[in-house]
T-cell receptor, first 116, second 114 residues
Framework: AQKVTQAQTEISVVEKEDVTLDCVYE???????LFWYKQPPSGELVFLIR??????QNEISGRYSWNFQKSTSSFNFTITASQVVDSAVYFC?????????????FGKGITLSVRP | NAGVTQTPKFQVLKTGQSMTLQCAQD?????MYWYRQDPGMGLRLIYY???????DKGEVPNGYNVSRLNKREFSLRLESAAPSQTSVYFC?????????????FGEGSWLTVV
């Protein structure tokens, strides 16, 4: 069975600090996809990134970066120079490999608070 | 640029009442989903529809029914609401063509059962 663990439940930082959100996953599939979503206080779920299991290159998008390591089954998310607008709940998710759809298994989320 | 639209946004029900959450997507996606979000639980899949005319149970289907009315619309029905169904409900959709497609979510529906 698939599982996503986000061991950190709440993180609080001061603006401009760097912060890393951890994600560890379990799957028996050799082909799988990993995602991060952001849920700001307004409640909607915003897609941030999708990574397939064959691509271990780290990715950077502005202040956001993602470190995918198959050896440790981790897909960690770093925010550099955090801002108050980064305050949100962040979800890591894993996609099943079977079937013709993209059911996601979510972690329980990490609440990030960025203080001015 | 609507994406996934779900209604209503807020609803209060009495135990035993029924209601239907409506969802529509304008991205021509084949697959649609209903998730529920509870504190400390992340999001859990209730039902999904891989394509028009098909529906399947997810992780927590009990107490719910769904209808894939057409390619655009996927509704979730609570026949006899219970307080345990108090939650935030998210509709979502994705392209067909295999696993790993990005799922796009609606803005959520806050349901309280008293």
């Amino acid at each position: 069975a698939q599982k996503v663990t986000q061991a950190q439940t709440e993180i609080s930082v001061v603006e401009k600090e760097d912060v890393t959100l951890d994600c560890v996953y379990e799957t028996r599939d050799t082909t799988y996809y990993l995602f991060w979503y952001k849920q700001p206080p307004s409640g909607e779920l915003v897609f941030l990134i999708r990574r397939n299991s064959f691509d271990e290159q780290n990715e950077i998008s502005g202040r956001y970066s993602w470190n995918f390591q198959k050896s440790t089954s981790s897909f960690n998310f770093t925010i550099t120079a955090s801002q108050v607008v980064d305050s949100a709940v962040y979800f890591c998710a894993l996609s099943e490999a079977s079937g013709a759809n993209s059911k996601l298994t979510f972690g329980k989320g990490i609440t990030l608070s960025v203080r001015p | 640029n609507a994406g996934v639209t779900q209604t209503p946004k807020f609803q209060v029900l009495k135990t035993g009442q029924s209601m239907t959450l409506q969802c529509a997507q304008d991205m021509n996606h084949n697959s649609m989903y209903w998730y529920r979000q509870d504190p400390g639980m992340g999001l859990r899949l209730i039902y999904y529809s891989a394509s028009e005319g098909t529906t399947d149970k997810g992780e927590v289907p009990n107490g719910y029914n769904v209808s894939r009315l057409n390619k655009r619309e996927f509704s979730l029905r609570l026949e006899s609401a219970a307080p345990s169904q108090t939650s935030v409900y998210f509709c979502a959709s994705s392209e067909a063509g295999g696993h790993g497609n990005t799922i796009y979510f609606g803005e959520g529906s806050w349901l309280t059962v008293v």
